[in-house]
T-cell receptor, first 110, second 115 residues
Framework: AQSVSQHNHHVILSEAASLELGCNYS??????LFWYVQYPGQHLQLLLK??????LVKGIKGFEAEFIKSKFSFNLRKPSVQWSDTAEYFC????????FGAGTTVTVRA | NAGVTQTPKFQVLKTGQSMTLQCAQD?????MYWYRQDPGMGLRLIYY???????DKGEVPNGYNVSRLNKREFSLRLESAAPSQTSVYFC??????????????FGEGSWLTVV
């Protein structure tokens, strides 16, 4: 089964700063990639997903992610964060089941 | 459209007690899943059901059993709760497996504490 590594455990930013969260998975082949967000006290919501085609994927709320097959990576980015982006972010990879990374807590200071 | 509904939302159990977490989805999805979420460990798959009538073990099945009662419902049972099972449990569903382009939708979570 896949293992998923998220590079940062906790990221603290100021509003308007740019955000990049790293995600790597353990092996290649055909995989499907997701980023989920969990706002405080809420359930997981899908931010974006990649299955095929353009490796630069646009998601909701201004997020995007780039799939780099040669690096087994799927990094999440947002050019300018807002206080409301404070949440926990999970990268997930599906081959025969959905495997999650440990999550990155993002705190945006107003 | 309720999506994925889990009950109960909160539960405190004594060690050795049993309980069942209920999950239902109204999206006519074939696949359903149970995950547990623990700090610093992300979500780990307990059991999944690819279709009605089938169930399979995930990463951390020990101490749990599941029942896919029908297409809508997928329950998780703790036969003899242990403190290590204190966690937040999420039920999820998808039209088919996630490798077919289908998004996996999550319920709101069930907070379980075993004392």
């Amino acid at each position: 089964a896949q293992s998923v590594s998220q590079h940062n455990h906790h990221v603290i930013l100021s509003e308007a700063a740019s955000l990049e969260l790293g995600c790597n998975y353990s092996y290649g082949g055909t995989v499907n990639l997701f980023w989920y967000v969990q706002y405080p006290g809420q359930h997981l919501q899908l931010l974006l997903k990649y299955f095929s085609g353009d490796p630069l994927v646009k998601g909701i709320k201004g997020f995007e992610a780039e799939f780099i097959k040669s690096k087994f990576s799927f990094n999440l980015r947002k050019p300018s964060v807002q206080w409301s982006d404070t949440a926990e972010y999970f990268c997930a990879v599906y081959d025969y089941k959905l495997s999650f990374g440990a999550g990155t807590t993002v705190t945006v200071r107003a | 459209n309720a999506g994925v509904t889990q009950t109960p939302k909160f539960q405190v159990l004594k060690t050795g007690q049993s309980m069942t977490l209920q999950c239902a989805q109204d999206m006519n999805h074939n696949s359903m899943y149970w995950y547990r979420q623990d700090p610093g460990m992300g979500l780990r798959l307990i059991y999944y059901s690819a279709s009605e009538g089938t169930t399979d073990k995930g990463e951390v099945p020990n101490g749990y059993n599941v029942s896919r009662l029908n297409k809508r419902e997928f329950s998780l049972r703790l036969e003899s709760a242990a403190p290590s099972q204190t966690s937040v449990y999420f039920c999820a569903s998808s039209e088919t497996g996630g490798n077919s382009g289908n998004t996996i939708y999550f319920g709101e979570g069930s907070w379980l504490t075993v004392v």
